[in-house]
Each structure stands twice: as C-alpha cells, then as structure tokens.
C-alpha cells in the first residue's frame, strides 16, 4: 500500500493511493518474474482495478561481485482523470464537466543494467512510453546505506528522453527525476518514507498536469 501511483516522480492517479497484489519468482539459473495487480482510489469513481505490471528477467553473476541483468516489464494501466481538470479548448480553457476520463497508459520497456553491493544502473528502452507514440530511453541510477542492519537509506536519479524528438510532445520532453528515502525493515514487512520529484512539470496524459515532488508513504507485506 502507498499514498500515491507514482512512477519516475510523476503520479499517475491523480496523488490518490494505491494497493498492490504481487507474486515474484526467482529460479537458481538466474530466471526470475513477477506479477502486481493494482487497486486505487479515484477522484469520482471510488477505488477502481488500474491495471497490472508484469516482468521477466535473468541475472548473471560477474566477476568481482558485480551482477548482471537483463529483461522486460509490460504495464497495463488505466488513469482516472477529472474531465473538468482535463479537457480544454483551443483557448486554453476548461470545460466545465464533472465526469472522469479514463486513459489508458499501456506500455513495454526492455532493460539492462549492472549492480553491485548496494549500487545499481540500468538503461530501459520502451517503444511507446506511457502509450504516448514516442520511443524513449531511461537511465535509472540507486544507491542505497545501511547505518544500521534494520534500516536502508537510498538515493535516486533517472533521466528519460524521447528517441524521435520529431514525434516528441510536451510531456514526453527530457527531464530528470530524483528521490531519496528511507526503509524499515521488519520481519515480514517494511515501512518506506520518500520524496520524489522531477526537474520540470510533466504532462500524463497531455494537458492534465500530475502532481510531482511529493513525500510518499509506503507499507509492503511478504509472506
């Protein structure tokens, strides 16, 4: 559970929280996957099924401790938007309408990436980023630090920029996300406090401006 859908510091539900139900394998090859279904809370129409995010993946030890992986993810994601905040006319204004657009932001990402310790990189590639029409590129930056054996404090940097700038539209511009954290780790769970946020304001879908920069509280159960 968290109190908002938020992927690379933009919300994508409206900062409005979320639950999610997952399964994950990890083979001795190296083979692993996983599976999250996703509930939340919308602005007019209550707590509603968003979607899912599945992922494959094989990662093979290197030499000196480092670790080396590669894979894809394929999210399957509906976005309940307040048409009042949504739709707007040539004149940049808002019609006045209390209903909810629903929009759907499907997309597939191939990724590679090393890890070492608690120190990680990955690039990802997407075809089709948040069903937008545009092919972009992510490079994903984590470090993390223990202080003591219950507590993990992490750090983040991403940036993501559109491989066919011709195609590009305003909110599929290059930016840059970062975010910071800190992870409790119990016995069968862990409680997360971060702040996320992006260096220019993003449009998903266009013309409706999520929330960015936001303190996110999180709790996640293993069993």
């Not at 690379?8 to 979320?18: E, H, M, Q, T």
């Not at 997407?126 to 029409?133: A, E, H, I, M, T």
Request: charged share 15%; no cysteine; aromatic share 12%.
């Amino acid at each position: 559970m968290e109190s908002q859908y938020n992927v690379r510091g933009v919300s994508l539900n409206d900062a409005k929280p979320d639950i999610r139900f997952g399964l994950t394998y990890d083979h001795a090859s190296g083979a692993y996957g996983g599976l999250s279904g996703i509930l939340g809370d919308t602005a007019r129409n209550g707590v509603q099924p968003l979607g899912y995010i599945a992922y494959l993946g094989f990662a093979k030890p290197l030499p000196n401790g480092w670790i080396w992986d590669v894979g894809a993810t394929n999210t399957q994601i509906t976005l309940y938007i307040p048409a009042s905040t949504l739709l707007r006319s040539p004149q940049n204004t808002t019609y006045k309408q209390a209903s909810t657009e629903r929009y759907r932001a499907d997309y597939s990402e191939f990724y590679s990436g090393v890890s070492v310790h608690d120190i990680s990189a990955r690039v990802y590639i997407s075809p089709d980023y948040l069903n937008q029409g545009v092919s972009t590129a992510y490079l994903d930056l984590n470090a993390a630090y223990r202080p003591i054996p219950q507590l993990r404090l992490y750090g983040h940097a991403g940036a993501l920029t559109p491989l066919d700038s011709s195609k590009g539209a305003e909110s599929d511009r290059e930016h840059f996300d970062l975010g910071a954290g800190a992870v409790w780790e119990l016995h069968h769970a862990e409680l997360r406090l971060a702040w996320t946020g992006v260096t220019s304001k993003v449009e998903y879908p266009i013309n409706f401006r999520q929330k960015n920069n936001a303190l996110i509280l999180s709790a996640t159960g293993f069993f």
